[in-house]
């Protein structure tokens, strides 16, 4: 079950389970981000937020992504 409120990325609190909803990017961006298991409804953690870059976790990989890209990932909490 999720929330059906979104925010981007680059917002969520460290430590929180999300659902990707929309990628907002260049297609050649979206797609390697979709490589990379960054795909619509994969469930990844915020592990931390610190000098304009977020690191998430998918599938037990932990992926840095700078702010500029974060902000364009719509994302929703899952409880």
Request: aromatic share 2%; glycine share 8%.
């Amino acid at each position: 079950m999720s929330n059906s409120h979104e925010i981007r990325l680059s917002e969520a609190q460290p430590g929180t389970r999300l659902r990707i909803k929309h990628l907002h990017s260049k297609p050649g961006t979206s797609l390697r981000l979709r490589e990379l298991g960054l795909c619509e409804e994969a469930v990844i953690r915020c592990v931390s937020k610190s000098q304009g870059n977020v690191i998430c976790e998918v599938f037990n990989t932990r992926i840095g992504l700078n702010f500029h890209l974060a902000s364009g990932i719509l994302v929703s909490t899952v409880l």
